[in-house]
């Protein structure tokens, strides 16, 4: 896989209809699918994206938000470098659904990966059920980023995705800084390696 | 002409009067002289134009000749243009009549036609009133068919003219005859259906699209071919219900009902499409499909409700499921019994993707003729159909809850094959890395035949996991555990362990994950733990390369043929993370290797390493040749390091004996140089050393499939210089001299060896321009 210094996988989660799918389009192909069907199982897309000079690949995971597919999107947890949690800020039950999906994150992902929660839909605003200071004082208190999008009008999409990978690329180079494992460094083929150290070689 | 009017011109010039007024005899004679050459002159220029006569007269004759001819030519074009305008203007006269005759022509043939249509119109509403009276359904059908294709105008205009009161009544019979025909139609093909008459199902089924009923001729099919799928289902059900549980396909009996449901519809849809192809126009298909889809739903909801109440799913899975989120060991699933559920469940979701891809394929045939962008919204149609219907939401269901199982069913196995680990005599690994790959071989494997790209990604990735943590932990704990060196090494041990623990630091912080390492009972019991530990995590990397090959192999063939480009990239991401766990086994390879070398081998080698200072090197001639026959160190030091490597050499593959023996002889030749630095000698000491050096070389060169002498490249540089008969003599192999060897050492560490001969004098070293 052609000449990137990092690969990242990012995983998406949250419930079904949240937009998670169209987050993933509007980013990678800059397009806004409507009447967008659910995702069954689960999808991935790449981008690559240049961070302070450095070429990072970015890889997509868009999971189905149906129940019947949990058991296939939490296989992916664990692979992931970040999880980003999505919920719908006009629909009060995907943002009560959001513990649950902390408790699915704790159980199968690695510890201390990056994780931001998205409200997404902003362009919705006239029928916003959750307020923005609820969500944050939520995120807060479970340690996690808070980002608010529309993937319609394309706000703040770009920046959720370019920030995780600066995070990432941040936390790639100094391992010392970043709190869990570093992703691993691509040395010529894109293999992840090494498992005690990583970018030291 | 023009010569005599020059010539009388130039006659001019002496005028007469100038002649008269002349009157010296000298200018008359010069007027005289002159007018005598102008004579001349005229007379040649006469004599000129006389000649010339002769010719002109002959080209007057000739033309005089020609004149009547020219009069002849005149008179002929004259007449030619007389005929070309009167040809003209006929040619002119006839091409008009022409088109007026065409205009005729055309309007007579629209008149007939319309007398045709006309005709037409009233040989249907005859002929409908007398096929219906025979009861000839076909014929009535096909003069409707008639009346329906025939253009309105002509209809307005057989109401107009002077019969037009006929007409108007003869039209309403004939509406009426429609009306009465389609109600016929419909009662006649519900009729063949209650009768289960096949062929009249199909005659009427065929007499919708002349009627202008396309959608409810559809329709009506769907919904008589629905009523013989679920017929068929239901036969199917009963026997299966009455089957006994120890026939052949029993275990298979739900995934054969699918199987055989499927095979019902598409016979049905390969019966049909000819038919409706042939007579509703390509691009039907589709809607047919909508039509028979939610019967088959229903039908697959039964086979699969009976599926989940004869197999007990539900508590199956909800046993699992809790299980594997306690992690108890109370009320556990046996592993085994979900083996054959397993199967069944992912032959069932093989089966159904069969189905759709088989419905896809027709579709896309019968879509074939269509304009592009109706075949795109068709196609679109048919894929939300297909995606979002019972069948599909069932069997993700299924197969959401068969990863569950699986994952449990792999994991439970694999935990059973470490509890039952065994080392056979006579291997290098221990049964358990051949079980935990043939589990997970078999389940991903599984996985692969249920042909679901994410089934088969979730197992991979859960092998991935299970690898790359359980398992791969279990190794690292048990590497933990260290290599005691033996009774007499185990004061040393515990220091060196201890150290092993720090450096190992980050597998120190892994949690120890669910397999406890076995309690070592003797160190050398847990001797052979550490080795067979280091074989295994060399046969693990070597089994995630087959496996990833064969997964290779058999998506290039299988699941990964004839799907889209990104179910292939999905799977190979998971079987890249799946390969990177490879290197990590391969990793804990090296690093326990360097630990066996580090806090094993290395203290006990030491000691005799050590040897080497209890040994005078500061000797004379007497003990050199005492040595001589008495070998002192080296031969000693080779037959306890035999000793040692043997014991590993038969209990390490090859390949990581090697390894080892790199490491071993690296360390070997980095303390020998440390107590050699420690030292003295006499020149025939040093030539002891060199002698000693040679042999331990040479030994260690004969066990090795590699060259080691590099290693002793230093050592070898140090006997040199101990060997020098003064200390001038370095300069002989120094700086310019030095020819093609490479001096490893730097003029400092030249001086110190210089000074551990006690015959040589510090000034002559002090001394020394190196």
Same mark, same amino acid.
């Given at each position: 896989?052609?000449?990137?210094?990092?690969?990242?996988?990012?995983?998406?989660?949250?419930?079904?209809?949240?937009?998670?799918?169209?987050?993933?389009?509007?980013?990678?192909?800059?397009?806004?699918?409507?009447?967008?069907?659910?995702?069954?199982?689960?999808?991935?897309?790449?981008?690559?994206?240049?961070?302070?000079?450095?070429?990072?690949?970015?890889?997509?995971?868009?999971?189905?938000?149906?129940?019947?597919?949990?058991?296939?999107?939490?296989?992916?947890?664990?692979?992931?470098?970040?999880?980003?949690?999505?919920?719908?800020?006009?629909?009060?039950?995907?943002?009560?659904?959001?513990?649950?999906?902390?408790?699915?994150?704790?159980?199968?992902?690695?510890?201390?990966?990056?994780?931001?929660?998205?409200?997404?839909?902003?362009?919705?605003?006239?029928?916003?059920?959750?307020?923005?200071?609820?969500?944050?004082?939520?995120?807060?208190?479970?340690?996690?980023?808070?980002?608010?999008?529309?993937?319609?009008?394309?706000?703040?999409?770009?920046?959720?995705?370019?920030?995780?990978?600066?995070?990432?690329?941040?936390?790639?180079?100094?391992?010392?800084?970043?709190?869990?494992?570093?992703?691993?460094?691509?040395?010529?083929?894109?293999?992840?390696?090494?498992?005690?150290?990583?970018?030291?070689? | 002409?023009?010569?005599?009017?020059?010539?009388?011109?130039?006659?001019?010039?002496?005028?007469?009067?100038?002649?008269?007024?002349?009157?010296?005899?000298?200018?008359?004679?010069?007027?005289?002289?002159?007018?005598?050459?102008?004579?001349?002159?005229?007379?040649?220029?006469?004599?000129?134009?006389?000649?010339?006569?002769?010719?002109?007269?002959?080209?007057?004759?000739?033309?005089?000749?020609?004149?009547?001819?020219?009069?002849?030519?005149?008179?002929?074009?004259?007449?030619?243009?007389?005929?070309?305008?009167?040809?003209?203007?006929?040619?002119?006269?006839?091409?008009?009549?022409?088109?007026?005759?065409?205009?005729?022509?055309?309007?007579?043939?629209?008149?007939?036609?319309?007398?045709?249509?006309?005709?037409?119109?009233?040989?249907?509403?005859?002929?409908?009133?007398?096929?219906?009276?025979?009861?000839?359904?076909?014929?009535?059908?096909?003069?409707?068919?008639?009346?329906?294709?025939?253009?309105?105008?002509?209809?307005?205009?057989?109401?107009?003219?002077?019969?037009?009161?006929?007409?108007?009544?003869?039209?309403?019979?004939?509406?009426?005859?429609?009306?009465?025909?389609?109600?016929?139609?419909?009662?006649?093909?519900?009729?063949?259906?209650?009768?289960?008459?096949?062929?009249?199902?199909?005659?009427?089924?065929?007499?919708?699209?002349?009627?202008?009923?396309?959608?409810?001729?559809?329709?009506?099919?769907?919904?008589?071919?629905?009523?013989?799928?679920?017929?068929?289902?239901?036969?199917?059900?009963?026997?299966?219900?009455?089957?006994?549980?120890?026939?052949?396909?029993?275990?298979?009996?739900?995934?054969?009902?699918?199987?055989?449901?499927?095979?019902?519809?598409?016979?049905?849809?390969?019966?049909?499409?000819?038919?409706?192809?042939?007579?509703?126009?390509?691009?039907?298909?589709?809607?047919?499909?909508?039509?028979?889809?939610?019967?088959?739903?229903?039908?697959?909801?039964?086979?699969?409700?009976?599926?989940?109440? /004869?197999?007990?799913?539900?508590?199956?899975?909800?046993?699992?499921?809790?299980?594997?989120?306690?992690?108890?060991?109370?009320?556990?699933?046996?592993?085994?019994?979900?083996?054959?559920?397993?199967? $069944?469940?992912?032959?069932?979701?093989?089966?159904?993707?069969?189905?759709?891809?088989?419905?896809?394929?027709?579709?896309?045939?019968?879509?074939?003729?269509?304009?592009?962008?109706?075949?795109?919204? $068709?196609?679109?149609?048919?894929?939300?159909?297909?995606?979002?219907?019972?069948?599909?939401?069932?069997?993700?269901?299924?197969?959401?809850?068969?990863?569950?199982?699986?994952?449990?069913?792999?994991? $439970?196995?694999?935990?059973?094959?470490?509890?039952?680990?065994?080392?056979?005599?006579?291997?290098?690994?221990?049964?358990?890395?051949?079980?935990?790959?043939?589990?997970?071989?078999?389940?991903?494997?599984?996985?692969?035949?249920?042909?679901?790209?994410?089934?088969?990604?979730?197992?991979?990735?859960?092998?991935?996991?299970?690898?790359?943590?359980?398992?791969?932990?279990?190794?690292?704990?048990?590497?933990?555990?260290?290599?005691?060196?033996?009774?007499?090494?185990?004061?040393?041990?515990?220091?060196?362990?201890?150290?092993?623990?720090?450096?190992?630091?980050?597998?120190?912080?892994?949690?120890?994950?669910?397999?406890?390492?076995?309690?070592?009972?003797?160190?050398? $019991?847990?001797?052979?733990?550490?080795?067979?530990?280091?074989?295994?995590?060399?046969?693990?990397?070597?089994?995630?390369?087959?496996?990833?090959?064969?997964?290779?192999?058999?998506?290039?063939?299988?699941?990964?043929?004839?799907?889209?480009?990104?179910?292939?990239?999905?799977?190979?991401?998971?079987?890249?993370?799946?390969?990177?766990?490879?290197?990590?086994?391969?990793?804990?390879?090296?690093?326990?290797?360097?630990?066996?070398?580090?806090?094993?081998?290395?203290?006990?080698?030491?000691?005799?390493?050590?040897?080497?200072?209890?040994?005078?090197?500061?000797?004379?001639?007497?003990?050199?040749?005492?040595?001589?026959?008495?070998?002192?160190?080296?031969?000693?030091?080779?037959?306890?390091?035999?000793?040692?490597?043997?014991?590993?050499?038969?209990?390490?593959?090859?390949?990581?004996?090697?390894?080892?023996?790199?490491?071993?002889?690296?360390?070997?030749?980095?303390?020998?140089?440390?107590?050699?630095?420690?030292?003295?000698?006499?020149?025939?000491?040093?030539?002891?050393?060199?002698?000693?050096?040679?042999?331990?070389?040479?030994?260690?060169?004969?066990?090795?499939?590699?060259?080691?002498?590099?290693?002793?490249?230093?050592?070898?540089?140090?006997?040199?210089?101990?060997?020098?008969?003064?200390?001038?003599?370095?300069?002989?192999?120094?700086?310019?001299?030095?020819?093609?060897?490479?001096?490893?050492?730097?003029?400092?560490?030249?001086?110190?060896?210089?000074?551990?001969?006690?015959?040589? /004098?510090?000034?002559?070293?002090?001394?020394?321009?190196?």
């Amino acid at each position: 896989m052609e000449d990137c210094d990092f690969l990242f996988k990012i995983v998406l989660i949250g419930n079904a209809g949240v937009g998670k799918t169209c987050l993933v389009r509007r980013f990678t192909q800059g397009l806004f699918p409507p009447g967008q069907g659910a995702t069954i199982g689960v999808d991935f897309m790449i981008k690559t994206v240049v961070v302070d000079g450095t070429k990072v690949k970015l890889q997509i995971w868009d999971t189905a938000g149906q129940e019947r597919f949990r058991s296939i999107t939490q296989s992916y947890y664990r692979s992931a470098h970040a999880l980003v949690l999505t919920y719908d800020i006009t629909n009060e039950e995907t943002f009560t659904c959001l513990p649950d999906w902390l408790k699915e994150m704790e159980t199968h992902a690695a510890t201390d990966v990056p994780r931001v929660l998205v409200g997404n839909k902003l362009d919705l605003t006239s029928s916003r059920q959750v307020s923005r200071e609820r969500a944050e004082e939520f995120a807060n208190v479970h340690n996690l980023c808070y980002v608010e999008t529309s993937a319609k009008e394309a706000d703040n999409v770009e920046q959720l995705f370019l920030e995780l990978a600066s995070e990432l690329t941040r936390n790639a180079r100094h391992p010392a800084l970043a709190a869990g494992p570093p992703p691993p460094r691509l040395s010529g083929q894109a293999r992840p390696v090494g498992y005690f150290s990583c970018c030291g070689s | 002409m023009t010569m005599a009017a020059s010539s009388s011109a130039r006659a001019a010039s002496l005028s007469m009067d100038f002649i008269c007024s002349l009157t010296e005899l000298g200018d008359l004679r010069k007027a005289y002289e002159q007018l005598c050459k102008e004579e001349e002159d005229v007379t040649r220029a006469l004599d000129l134009l006389v000649e010339r006569r002769d010719p002109l007269e002959a080209k007057m004759d000739s033309l005089r000749r020609m004149r009547p001819n020219l009069q002849v030519i005149e008179g002929d074009a004259k007449q030619l243009a007389q005929t070309i305008t009167f040809t003209c203007s006929l040619a002119e006269n006839i091409s008009s009549k022409v088109r007026e005759l065409d205009v005729a022509k055309t309007r007579v043939y629209q008149a007939s036609q319309r007398a045709d249509d006309i005709l037409d119109l009233k040989l249907c509403t005859d002929g409908v009133q007398a096929a219906l009276a025979d009861e000839d359904y076909e014929k009535a059908a096909a003069h409707i068919h008639r009346f329906l294709s025939l253009d309105s105008a002509v209809i307005t205009l057989s109401q107009q003219g002077p019969e037009g009161g006929a007409w108007a009544d003869g039209l309403e019979r004939l509406r009426a005859a429609e009306q009465q025909l389609k109600q016929l139609v419909a009662e006649q093909f519900e009729a063949a259906v209650r009768a289960g008459d096949g062929a009249q199902v199909e005659r009427f089924f065929k007499l919708f699209p002349l009627l202008g009923l396309q959608n409810e001729g559809l329709m009506r099919i769907g919904r008589y071919l629905s009523q013989q799928i679920a017929r068929q289902a239901e036969k199917q059900l009963q026997v299966s219900e009455n089957m006994e549980s120890g026939e052949k396909r029993a275990a298979v009996i739900f995934a054969d009902n699918l199987t055989l449901l499927f095979e019902g519809v598409a016979r049905v849809v390969e019966a049909q499409q000819p038919v409706v192809e042939t007579y509703y126009g390509p691009g039907q298909l589709p809607a047919l499909l909508a039509q028979l889809q939610p019967e088959v739903d229903r039908q697959a909801r039964h086979v699969l409700d009976g599926f989940a109440a /004869r197999r007990d799913v539900q508590r199956k899975y909800q046993q699992v499921q809790s299980s594997l989120l306690r992690g108890n060991a109370g009320d556990k699933m046996e592993p085994r019994k979900l083996d054959s559920l397993l199967a $069944e469940l992912t032959l069932m979701n093989a089966r159904s993707e069969l189905y759709l891809r088989f419905l896809r394929r027709r579709v896309t045939a019968d879509l074939e003729a269509c304009e592009p962008d109706v075949r795109a919204g $068709e196609q679109a149609k048919l894929e939300q159909l297909l995606s979002g219907c019972g069948l599909s939401c069932a069997m993700q269901e299924l197969m959401g809850e068969y990863v569950t199982m699986e994952e449990y069913f792999m994991k $439970e196995n694999v935990n059973k094959a470490v509890t039952m680990e065994s080392v056979e005599k006579g291997q290098h690994t221990s049964s358990m890395v051949d079980d935990v790959f043939f589990i997970i071989k078999k389940c991903v494997g599984r996985a692969l035949a249920s042909s679901s790209v994410d089934c088969l990604c979730a197992m991979i990735n859960h092998a991935t996991t299970l690898l790359d943590t359980h398992f791969r932990e279990l190794l690292v704990g048990r590497l933990q555990q260290g290599f005691p060196a033996g009774a007499l090494q185990d004061l040393q041990r515990g220091v060196s362990s201890a150290v092993s623990l720090v450096q190992s630091g980050a597998a120190s912080l892994v949690q120890p994950g669910r397999f406890e390492p076995r309690p070592v009972d003797s160190s050398q $019991e847990a001797q052979r733990v550490f080795l067979v530990t280091l074989n295994n995590a060399e046969l693990c990397c070597e089994y995630i390369h087959t496996l990833n090959s064969s997964l290779e192999a058999q998506c290039q063939a299988g699941v990964g043929a004839g799907r889209g480009e990104q179910a292939r990239a999905k799977i190979q991401s998971c079987v890249a993370d799946l390969v990177a766990v490879s290197e990590k086994f391969q990793k804990l390879l090296q690093e326990g290797i360097s630990d066996l070398n580090n806090s094993s081998i290395k203290p006990q080698v030491k000691p005799w390493i050590s040897n080497f200072l209890s040994v005078s090197h500061n000797i004379e001639e007497e003990e050199f040749n005492d040595y001589e026959a008495n070998d002192p160190w080296v031969q000693q030091f080779i037959l306890n390091l035999e000793q040692m490597m043997t014991e590993f050499k038969t209990s390490l593959s090859l390949r990581i004996y090697e390894q080892l023996l790199v490491l071993v002889t690296s360390m070997i030749a980095v303390e020998l140089e440390k107590v050699v630095m420690k030292a003295t000698f006499s020149r025939l000491g040093g030539l002891q050393f060199d002698k000693d050096l040679r042999a331990l070389v040479a030994y260690l060169t004969s066990v090795s499939s590699w060259s080691v002498r590099d290693k002793f490249a230093r050592l070898s540089q140090i006997g040199t210089i101990l060997n020098l008969e003064r200390v001038s003599e370095i300069l002989d192999y120094w700086g310019p001299n030095s020819g093609p060897l490479t001096w490893r050492l730097s003029p400092s560490e030249v001086r110190k060896v210089l000074t551990l001969r006690c015959d040589f /004098r510090s000034d002559d070293i002090k001394r020394l321009r190196l």
